[in-house]
């Protein structure tokens, strides 16, 4: 049997929002590639590949940095070549995905084996290595799920689940694109066609950020409360696919926490986005003595906001802040930003 030849070479894509997920594909399949296939189907190698540029950051939520440091690849094999080019008709190759952990940026040699003849999607999911692992799933430390809510997981409905929609994990994910040299084919390949893939990892998850300074004495605690969250979003697009509804009984408490010795509180979060069909109020309960009492989280209407109902976005910080005189007739709206500008999460 002869020896395999290299089959990859790495390449990278300028501007990309996080990191450029690159996979190459490679020579005609020969009898080496027969051979290794353990279910005796012809398999490509295809190497994934993911870079970055260093850059400042900006804090947000008193922390500007991201804590993605594993990853996994994720194929979606269409389920029929005869039927359309649709998320719907790609179906998870659990399988076949590779998770990797990853000390730095750039990581180099991720692999997957992919059974020739049917085209492929390539999910790639970034998270940190305390909050889930994919090489066991049914562990209860992981704090989300992958799946989806029908018996037939698909592309198009495939979705992150965290187990409370008040802690929920930082999510990075992408879907990889093809290119036949420079020129984007789609995002849809057959591993024997000589195709290159690149994608960009964009945050999934939306920041939130409430600031409350000159605290009475008398307040012994404040939690931040929210009204209806996104309990699972789509992986590919952070579209909302499961939501709370008022009396579910599902966990709304975000935290509560007693002021500082500078009479303040800080609550910083990650939420699933909501977008502008699922906009959602927060609260304020506010312990005094043996009375709590809630105030509605006031701002000023404006692209993020409306009526005191924030549109949660993936990759947007919002930031709330004011003093506590200010509880019943409203709080500033600091700043929103698009968490990938370049100053912000020192990866692109």
């Known amino acids: 049997m002869r020896t395999r030849a290299e089959i990859w070479r790495s390449l990278w894509l300028p501007g990309c929002l996080l990191a450029s997920c690159l996979l190459a594909s490679c020579r005609e399949p020969d009898a080496a590639d027969a051979a290794n296939a353990a279910d005796g189907a012809l398999t490509r190698p295809v190497e994934v590949a993911l870079s970055t540029e260093a850059s400042p950051t900006r804090a947000f939520a008193n922390d500007g940095t991201h804590r993605v440091d594993r990853i996994v690849a994720i194929p979606f094999r269409k389920t029929s070549e005869s039927l359309p080019d649709d998320d719907r008709n790609y179906v998870p190759a659990y399988t076949l995905a590779v998770q990797r952990d990853v000390a730095s940026f750039p990581v180099t040699g991720l692999v997957l084996h992919l059974p020739v003849g049917s085209t492929y999607k390539v999910l790639v999911i970034g998270y940190n290595r305390a909050d889930y692992d994919y090489n066991d799933r049914s562990n209860p430390a992981n704090r989300f799920d992958l799946g989806s809510l029908s018996s037939t997981a698909t592309l198009a409905d495939f979705h992150l689940y965290p187990k409370s929609p008040t802690a929920v994990p930082e999510f990075f994910t992408c879907l990889c694109t093809a290119y036949d040299g420079s020129a984007a084919v789609g995002t849809a390949f057959r591993p024997e066609r000589n195709y290159r893939l690149s994608g960009a990892l964009g945050r999934l998850v939306s920041g939130f950020s409430v600031t409350i300074t000159g605290i009475p004495p008398f307040v012994k ?91 949660l976005k993936p990759n947007r910080a919002i930031n709330v802040s004011g003093g506590y005189a200010a509880i019943q007739l409203g709080f500033n709206l600091g700043f929103s930003v698009h968490l990938d500008d370049d100053a912000w999460d020192g990866l692109h």
């Open 221 to 311: 605690a404040l939690s931040l409360v929210a009204e209806n969250l996104t309990r699972a979003s789509k992986a590919t697009d952070g579209s909302v696919v499961l939501w709370q509804t008022t009396g579910d009984g599902g966990n709304r408490l975000i935290a509560r926490k007693t002021p500082s010795a500078a009479r303040s509180v800080v609550f910083d979060c990650y939420l699933l986005p909501t977008f502008e069909t699922r906009p959602t109020r927060f609260f304020l309960d506010v312990e005094h003595g043996a009375l709590t009492q809630r105030f509605v989280v006031k701002v000023p209407d404006s692209e993020v906001s409306a009526d005191s109902r924030f549109i």
